[in-house]
């Protein structure tokens, strides 16, 4: 399976029960009764492969402690063997969904073995327990019992029901940064916790580092159970420090196990929130890029959003987890495949059926064409004190006026400060406090509080630069990049990418203006094509003084030029 080229949903083939209604996270369903006939099995997996479909996630039984629990973990695993075989047969791949820290939302009939195995929250002294999504209590991963029995349970899934991949998520310490405090957390610890989150205090930064190092080892000691099938987690938001440091994960970490990066896409808002998602498909490019993992997305929309919701993903090398317009209403439920919506998968399938004509054009083109490194500094969202939100405003906001000023970027991890000599002329470093010393010959853009700790969050007794300059007094206009926009809608996002042959050029219309021209110059461009899911063919563009131009009303969502150098 290439996993470069993924095209997943969501697939639920069990037989629901009449619970819920009042369950404000349904995905996560106790109730097992059965799974449905294999004829209706074998229509739902017609349907999304017809449509362009390579890969589906078993939906809705999640829960592989609570079924050993129930004494029912062999029924759910010959239920998801039947489905997988149906599923092969024709010719499409099937992971399996798990939820790790995911305990109850009640501790009734618990047995004191699986008392013992819940973490427990520093802040109240009791067993862990979030408000969230009906209230949940929290297995902890560094349990040595629940490892093992997670493990165990894992890896009788992978080998008697033949799945392709795995994906296991809420591996974190979600009720926050007291979670967790148990004896095995404080003795992998291996020292007092502090009692409040003073971010001067090196033990407190420790701590921060402790537990999202005890994420990747969960993610390491399931890899070891499973094998070597493609696995992933799940992670909202790159740049948001509350994932790192309110809830004990990062990516850094996790990717020690896993070999797909994937990000959910929490808004339903489409175009209107399509700024900050931008941000976050950028700092994804650059985490796979950096990786060499491929980056899958999931994007709620209703159905006449989908293809912008598409487009955008793609404009930043994201593969689709494609979903119905039915999360519009509700949180992701096992009563709700996407082939029980037409509309939906129709429009899926339009979508894939144009991407197909290219062959692995898409798949391939994901580094981007850029001569200005955007850092996103990981040790400063992971363990500078980001309350104030400084972090996360400047990352943003550069993302931003970048974009804006259809400026090419590309952005970087820490570990290659060292390595972009040659590969770009400008290095931006939006408030990276936290930062290693590193040399650039290029030209260093360093603003907020860059460089005042080291990599450790710790005080540099001299701050690494003796100025920097604040986002809203830098001409962004002024700097290089390779790929020029001389004319376009305000609301037009451009992204660059190397192709296995010249460039592509994406173009995404994130507003409702189409008026006015599009013109763009590449130096040493010959040949244009300019590709859209709303022409029928490509339409051959004339390079006039290296630049092509056309009217900006010829594509509705997403367009793409694809150029080739003389």
């Given at each position: ?37 294999d004829d209706a099995m ?115 899934m992978v080998e008697q ?50 537990r999202m190092r005890s ?352």
């Amino acid at each position: 399976m290439d996993i470069r080229a993924l095209r997943m949903t969501n697939w639920s083939f069990k037989v629901c029960g009449d619970n819920l209604g009042g369950m404000k996270a349904p995905c996560m369903d106790p109730v097992w009764l059965g799974v449905v006939s294999d004829d209706a099995m074998r229509r739902q997996v017609a349907a999304l492969r017809d449509a362009g479909f390579n890969a589906l996630i078993v939906e809705g039984l999640r829960r592989l402690m609570l079924y050993e629990h129930k004494g029912v973990s062999a029924e759910v695993r010959d239920g998801i063997a039947r489905a997988v075989a149906i599923a092969h047969a024709e010719g499409v791949r099937v992971f399996y969904h798990s939820t790790c820290s995911f305990a109850a939302p009640s501790l009734e009939g618990f047995t004191k073995r699986e008392l013992a195995m819940l973490a427990v929250d520093g802040a109240t002294g009791r067993h862990a327990f979030i408000p969230n999504w009906n209230g949940w209590y929290l297995w902890c991963m560094n349990n040595p019992d629940f490892r093992d029995e997670y493990y165990r349970l894992a890896r009788l899934m992978v080998e008697q029901t033949r799945v392709d991949g795995l994906m296991t998520d809420e591996v974190y310490f979600r009720a926050g940064w007291h979670d967790c405090v148990c004896e095995h957390c404080v003795a992998k610890f291996g020292r007092a916790l502090p009692a409040a989150a003073d971010f001067a205090d090196p033990v407190w930064r420790e701590w921060l580092r402790f537990r999202m190092r005890s994420t990747g080892d969960f993610y390491e000691g399931l890899r070891r159970a499973v094998g070597g099938i493609p696995l992933l987690g799940c992670k909202n938001d790159e740049p948001n420090p509350t994932h790192s440091q309110y809830y004990g994960e990062n990516n850094d970490e996790r990717m020690r196990g896993t070999s797909i990066l994937f990000t959910e896409v929490c808004t339903r808002e489409g175009k209107a929130a399509w700024r900050p998602t931008a941000a976050n498909c950028a700092a994804y490019q650059g985490l796979g890029r950096y990786y060499g993992a491929p980056v899958l997305g999931l994007s709620i929309s209703d159905t006449p959003g989908i293809e912008f919701a598409w487009a955008l993903r793609l404009a930043h090398g994201i593969r689709p987890w494609g979903v119905g317009s039915a999360l519009m209403r509700r949180s992701l439920s096992p009563e709700d495949n996407l082939g029980d919506n037409p509309t939906d998968l129709a429009e899926y399938a339009r979508l894939f059926h144009w991407e197909d004509r290219y062959g692995a054009l898409f798949v391939n083109a994901v580094r981007p064409v850029a001569d200005v490194a955007l850092l996103l500094s990981s040790a400063t969202r992971d363990q500078d004190d980001c309350r104030d939100h400084r972090f996360v405003r400047e990352f943003h906001g550069w993302c931003d006026a970048l974009t804006t000023a259809h400026i090419q970027f590309a952005v970087v991890h820490e570990d290659e400060l060292n390595d972009l000599d040659g590969r770009f002329e400008v290095l931006i470093l939006p408030h990276a406090v936290c930062l290693p010393d590193f040399e650039f010959s290029g030209r260093i853009v360093a603003t907020g509080d860059s460089g005042r700790c080291d990599p450790a969050g710790a005080e540099r007794a001299r701050p690494r630069f003796e100025r920097t300059v604040p986002l809203g007094e830098f001409d962004v206009a002024s700097l290089p990049t390779p790929v020029r926009v001389l004319e376009a809608p305000s609301d037009l996002l451009v992204r660059a990418v190397y192709a296995d042959t010249g460039r592509l050029v994406h173009m995404v219309n994130c507003g409702d203006a189409r008026d006015g021209a599009i013109a763009v110059a590449v130096p040493g461009m010959a040949a244009a094509t300019r590709l859209s899911p709303s022409f029928t063919q490509p339409l051959p563009l004339a390079v006039r003084d290296g630049a092509v131009r056309f009217p900006a009303s010829t594509f509705e969502h997403y367009a793409v030029l694809r150029l080739l150098p003389g």
